[in-house]
């Protein structure tokens, strides 16, 4: 049974950052992607962004890009960060750890923000921008 484990979740103030952190366990799947997915109260599930096991290529959602940075740790590949730097207010939700199997390169860039193209989800994380 794969197991997602977050970590890194909190208050901060608006144009703060924080790193959250998911550690993957007992994964056996050869091409894999691992991402984060959040929701606010009210609103749908977004999918944040994730990375490919098998060519690294990384996906942001367009509400993200160029303040939030996902990257995996060179010692363990199955633990995977998400660098969130100039926190907004929209930015507050509970950040879900989420996983699943690649079947191609061109399939998942079509499909990485689909709830359905992930099997594993982490228990979430709370994410609170507020001065």
């Known amino acids: 049974q794969v197991q997602l484990v977050e970590s890194g979740g909190g208050l901060v103030q608006p144009g703060g950052s924080l790193r959250l952190s998911c550690a993957a366990s007992?994964?056996?799947?050869?091409?894999?992607?691992i991402g984060w997915f959040r929701q606010a109260p009210g609103k749908e599930r977004e999918g944040v962004s994730s990375?490919?096991?098998?060519?690294?290529?990384?996906?942001y959602a367009d509400s993200v890009k160029g303040r939030f940075t996902i990257s995996r740790d060179n010692a363990n590949k199955n633990t995977v960060y998400l660098q969130m730097n100039s926190l907004k207010p929209e930015d507050t939700a509970v950040y879900y750890c989420?996983?699943?199997?690649?079947?191609?390169?061109?399939?998942?860039?079509?499909?990485?923000?689909?709830?359905?193209?992930?099997?594993?989800w982490g228990q979430g994380t709370q994410v609170t921008v507020s001065s």
């Open positions: 989420v996983a699943g199997p690649v079947l191609s390169s061109s399939w998942y860039s079509t499909h990485w923000s689909e709830g359905g193209t992930y099997d594993y």
């Open positions: 007992r994964f056996t799947l050869r091409y894999y992607a």
């Open positions: 990375i490919s096991s098998s060519d690294g290529s990384t996906y």
